[in-house]
């Protein structure tokens, strides 16, 4: 029984503990307010805050075009790349779902789209119905303007927490992007970037 009791004591006094990890120098925030990795809405930023940043949006298309609607959390004004690239005619979608050929390197339509105050941002492009596609939607920091790499880092360094955080080689330097994207069918339908 006093076993049983020392371990009780001990469990609730660990599940009362709390261990803070931060992934810059300074030192941990003092004080009793609790503090999130993900900032407020607005994203507003302080010199050594960590930020997180998700990419998500919905694709409507039918025979002639696609619309897309990303949302996201980043800072009205930051810039998303979207690349759609097609499949061969020949690619079965066996093929295509099993990763067994890939699309196209050389883009059908590559543009630049603005997030919005409420972090949304749309674009309706030209399709062909006979083609299976591959749609990118990208958060690049070198592609931003001053004010946003100052939130984010010129070379995305802020960006610690993102669900496919992408890291690539520009300009022989590290950036850490964040990459979501959708396969687009032959008929009408609608996709999840993922």
Not at 126 to 154: H, M, S, W
Request: net charge negative; glycine share 6%; hydrophobic share 40%.
């Amino acid at each position: 029984m006093y076993r049983v009791c020392l371990m009780l004591v001990l469990l609730l006094l660990l599940s009362g503990c709390r261990i803070e990890m931060s992934l810059n120098d300074s030192p941990p925030a003092t004080g009793t307010t609790a503090q999130s990795s993900v900032p407020a809405s607005g994203n507003t930023s302080g010199q050594n805050e960590s930020l997180s940043i998700f990419i998500n949006g919905d694709i409507e298309y039918d025979e002639s075009q696609l619309n897309l609607k990303a949302y996201t959390n980043l800072q009205e004004g930051a810039l998303l790349k979207v690349i759609l690239r097609a499949y061969p005619k020949e690619a079965s979608l066996r093929e295509i779902f099993n990763d067994e050929v890939q699309p196209a390197e050389t883009p059908v339509v590559e543009k630049l789209i603005e997030v919005d105050s409420k972090g949304e941002s749309t674009l309706t492009l030209e399709r062909q119905a006979d083609i299976v596609y591959f749609l990118v939607v990208r958060f690049n920091p070198e592609l931003q303007p001053d004010e946003i790499k100052e939130v984010y880092g010129a070379r995305g360094e802020k960006v610690v927490v993102a669900s496919n955080v992408e890291h690539y080689e520009h300009e022989g330097e590290t950036m850490i992007g964040v990459t979501t994207s959708a396969t687009i069918g032959m008929r009408p339908s609608w996709a999840y970037l993922q």
